[in-house]
């Protein structure tokens, strides 16, 4: 789709690098989220020094499609210099101020609604955050107060599912169900009980896709008896589980899990922190895709496009009766951060909605999207290929070592790695996690960029097939 971007490589003398120090500081003094840290200390990083719409170029000079849109968040491509310049303006008339006691700013007002706008049915109400972490928390925190004013204190346990990725400040990292993430950490787990993750592709073997639905539902349903609906604030979950292996839910799922919820005044929370803004097509997935009325999104990454950090809790009429309410005399609402709508962000937010509108990035995704799907389907046929998954620009490859039993290989194959440094070599940056490869490009990507990404792959695979029987592993 054609589109308005910087050109990489132009880049402002301010802005250029000393590329060698600049990665001996790095690995001297920067601790990175989520490294493999007897990799790290051994090469340091992969510095990316520049981007423009779908690429990005590293120290080097190696340009890149990015596959993964930076972190699932750069929904409308790198190098817009609109959001850049709409960014500067606000800063250079009012980088910050707060939005404690009753001050705010024009951003921040003009973002909630146009966000209460997009959003479904009645979520007319914002509290802003930094990022999908602290918007994951703070919604907590606000369910527990919510349930206290109503004088239901009991209320507090929070169902979440095993695989699912909320976060990693302390309450998101302990709704989080992957395992791997939290060894050596501590978790809050007398607030949280992790249900079963929705996973098609090891559902039990001859179980059809409604009765897997309703062995999930039925765990809800048990879950909910043995803990008492009175002590159960809310169950959260993504639409589609992202970074635990982009799993698709059965036909229904979420519809009839917050049938169940509401029937037990338990509270129906969206975490749409990678399906929001267009990843699956539209503003939200909720209603449009799998048919659903939250109490509660939350959203982030594409909400600026990772322009601006910026993280958003959507909540309902409902809800807001109650926590607007005055609690006592003298009482506010005491929870936020001093970043709370801050105006350069939500300035970002603002022009990166226009441009998704503006665009029809929507409407890209929905015509490209399931031509993605397709192709990557083809892949198939190589020997380590057992599941293509997903929707739209949203998108999973697990590796297997044998298809009919579905056997991983070793952790030590580093399987994920192998495709991901093959990709790498032939010019795209995919995700590897563990034995998965995940795919979450700009929203821009056209058929023509779709084409050249699986033939990428295609070589990608093979030569990882290669190297895997070399080393004895297949």
Not at 12 to 26: A, E, H, I, M, V
Not at 113 to 122: I, Q, R, S, T
Not at 282 to 302: L, M, R, W, Y
Not at 383 to 408: C, P, Q, W, Y
Request: charged share 20%.
């Amino acid at each position: 789709m054609t589109t308005t971007h910087r050109t990489a490589g132009n880049t402002p003398s301010s802005l250029r690098y000393d590329r060698r120090t600049l990665w001996q500081k790095d690995k001297d003094h920067f601790i990175h989220p989520f490294t493999d840290f007897s990799l790290f200390h051994e090469k340091g990083c992969d510095l990316i020094v520049d981007s423009d719409g779908i690429y990005v170029e590293d120290a080097h000079g190696n340009r890149f499609i990015d596959g993964i849109a930076g972190l699932w968040c750069v929904n409308v491509g790198h190098g817009r210099a609109e959001i850049g310049q709409a960014m500067a303006e606000q800063a250079t008339r009012m980088a910050y101020f707060s939005t404690f006691n009753n001050l705010s700013n024009a951003p921040a007002a003009e973002l909630a609604a146009k966000l209460a706008e997009l959003a479904p049915a009645n979520l007319n109400h914002v509290f802003f955050s930094c990022g999908g972490s602290a918007a994951n928390d703070a919604t907590i925190r606000l369910v527990h107060y919510y349930f206290n004013r109503l004088g239901k204190p009991s209320k507090k346990r929070i169902l979440s599912r095993r695989n699912a990725y909320h976060g990693t400040t302390y309450l998101a990292a302990s709704l989080t169900g992957i395992e791997s993430n939290n060894w050596d950490f501590d978790t809050l787990d007398h607030l949280v009980t992790h249900l079963s993750e929705a996973n098609l592709y090891r559902r039990p073997e001859g179980m059809s896709e409604a009765d897997y639905c309703d062995h999930l539902v039925a765990e809800l349903e048990e879950t909910i008896v043995e803990i008492g609906a009175e002590n159960i604030a809310a169950f959260i979950a993504e639409p589609i589980m992202g970074a635990g292996g982009v799993l698709m839910p059965p036909q229904g799922y979420h519809a009839r899990m917050q049938t169940v919820c509401r029937a037990n005044d338990i509270l129906f929370i969206a975490d749409e922190v990678v399906t929001g803004f267009g990843r699956l097509g539209h503003f939200f997935a909720s209603e449009a895709v799998f048919d659903t009325q939250p109490d509660i999104i939350n959203c982030a990454k594409g909400l600026s496009s990772g322009y601006a950090p910026l993280g958003a809790t959507l909540i309902s009429d409902e809800i807001y009766k109650v926590l607007g309410t005055p609690q006592r005399k003298g009482g506010v609402l005491s929870t936020g951060f001093t970043y709370s709508g801050h105006p350069v962000s939500c300035a970002a937010a603002l022009k990166n909605i226009e441009i998704i509108e503006r665009e029809a990035i929507c409407e890209n995704v929905r015509e490209v999207g399931p031509y993605l799907a397709q192709k990557l389907k083809t892949l198939a046929d190589h020997e380590t290929v057992g599941d293509v998954r997903g929707s739209h620009f949203m998108l999973a490859i697990e590796n297997v070592a044998d298809k009919a039993t579905k056997k991983l290989l070793p952790v030590e194959a580093r399987v994920g790695d192998r495709v991901a440094a093959e990709a790498q070599k032939r010019g795209l940056i995919i995700r590897p996690v563990g034995h998965l490869n995940i795919l979450s490009p700009p929203l821009i990507w056209d058929r023509e960029v779709v084409d050249r990404v699986v033939a990428i792959l295609d070589e990608a695979f093979a030569a990882t097939t290669v190297s895997l029987k070399a080393d004895g592993y297949l």
